[in-house]
């Protein structure tokens, strides 16, 4: 009879480097494929998925479409939690990834407006939900491969490399973006050339197969971790663990969907809104910072350079102080950043750059203890279904209606961001609301 190590104590069934990779490898690839849809939601899919008219609609349509996948994560989050906690992280990891490689593949071959009238945004809408149907079920299982193969005290410094992917895949998305707007320049810095309109943005979206198949390769070389090979062997695998979780963790539930949520919607802003923001010209519309598309994802990518390091920078100190301290602090910088947004962006290029750097500064830091934090809420049998739960859920909250609430705030102030700030600063007060309620997790058993 085989034995396999249960203590909290034994070494991690999969070597270190082994756990890495495949944490930081699949949530890259997973980012990346979400990225090239975000940033194809403000460049391309206003053009070329929805009728000619006014261009605020067309962008809030293509918005709607990009929230559209924020409601089919927790249907994922579900279906791959009840895969995770029954079978296990390894197969579950696998299937996720196929589904979303898949859909973002496809988006590369759908015909356009044009070409197939109404019949192109509803194909198009159906492949999103793919998206986030496997998003839903990819992060939380990167997460517990991640924590549950950590050394002892070193769970959150493990639980930085999921996160990680999320600055590596935009930096990757949006580089590839750029690389091809380059060679296929538009002389209408707001809109981009034709030639990129007809083909070139279909590229990033097929490029991530090969992607998909690296990804495939490490995660099959996978073993089931410790916590999850002790929740089988003792017979603690629950026949439906959505049920379970919410019956006897619905508290953590709640307390983990309002852990993300400045974090969610911190997220998107910088990302997504920035992107309009920072493209609109001065003279529109709706006016904006009045940046070329090249010009402001370069600005973008600087400031996720550092989202990247202080993701990294974030692990060892919510081991050494704790998550809830670490986040608690960040989340109350997060509320005073949200209220300086206007005399930052009207500072030039010095403050736009300085607030971009500040924003991706403070997402790194609050994003890279989630990684940690939402697993030690649950125990193991349970633990695949009630983070994914709480990560998704909150997506809808926060990153579901943020880049809509924020244009329609943009909007409503006449151009200027001051609301989409003290939105951001609203959504933090609720996060921190949370975290005062919540305890310290960093000495909870993983094997538990």
């Known amino acids: 009879m085989t034995t ?38 403000v460049l391309v899919f206003p053009h070329l998925f929805f009728p000619a008219g006014n261009e605020t609609t067309a962008l809030l349509a293509s918005f709607a479409v990009f929230g559209a996948a924020m409601v089919a994560r927790p249907l994922g989050a579900i279906f791959f939690g009840h895969l995770g906690d029954r079978r296990g992280r390894k197969v579950t990891l696998v299937g996720a990834l196929l589904t979303m490689g898949i859909a973002t593949f496809l988006i590369g071959l759908l015909p356009t407006y044009a070409m197939a009238g109404w019949f192109a945004p509803a194909l198009l809408v159906i492949l999103r939900l793919a998206q986030g149907f496997a998003l839903g079920g990819e992060w939380s299982g990167a997460a517990l491969v991640a924590t549950e193969n950590a050394p002892k005290g070193k769970r959150a410094v493990y639980g930085t490399f999921p996160q990680l992917g999320a600055p590596i895949g935009f930096i990757l998305a949006n580089g590839l973006f750029l690389i091809i707007a380059a060679l296929l320049p538009s002389d209408d810095p707001s809109r981009p050339s034709t030639a990129f309109l007809e083909w070139g943005w279909r590229i990033p979206f097929l490029f991530s197969v090969v992607m998909v198949a690296v990804g495939l390769w490490v995660r099959l070389n996978l073993v089931e971790s410790a916590a999850f090979e002790k929740t089988r062997i003792t017979g603690k695998v629950q026949r439906l663990p959505l049920a379970a979780v919410f019956r006897t963790h619905w508290k953590e539930l709640i307390l983990g969907t309002f852990y993300m949520l400045a974090t969610y919607v911190l997220f998107y802003l910088m990302t997504t809104f920035s992107l309009s923001y920072g493209r609109a010209a001065t003279d529109a519309a709706l006016p904006g910072l009045g940046y070329s598309y090249n ?59 300085a607030w971009l750097i500040l924003g991706f500064t403070l997402m790194g830091m609050t994003f890279g203890p989630m990684g940690a934090l939402l697993p030690e809420l649950f125990p193991a049998n349970v633990r695949y279904t009630g983070s994914g739960i709480s990560y998704n859920v909150s997506s809808i909250l926060g990153a579901a209606v943020a880049p809509f609430i924020a244009v329609a705030l943009w909007s409503s102030g006449g151009g200027s961001p001051f609301w989409v700030g003290i939105y951001l600063s609203a959504m933090a007060v609720l996060t921190l609301i949370a975290l005062l309620l919540g305890k310290e997790t960093k000495d909870v058993d993983i094997d538990a």
């Open 4 to 41: 396999v190590a249960v203590s909290a104590d034994a070494a991690p069934a999969n070597p270190r480097s082994r756990v890495i990779l495949a944490s930081l490898v699949g949530t890259t690839i997973e980012f990346y494929d979400f990225y090239v849809y975000a940033t194809a939601a």
């Open 295 to 353: 010009t402001f994802v370069l600005m973008m990518i600087v400031g996720v350079v550092f989202f990247g390091i202080f993701t990294l920078v974030s692990g060892p100190w919510a081991d050494r102080w704790g998550r809830r301290k670490t986040l608690i602090w960040v989340t109350l910088a997060i509320v005073l950043f949200g209220l300086v947004w206007v005399p930052m962006l009207s500072a030039g290029f010095i403050g736009v750059m």
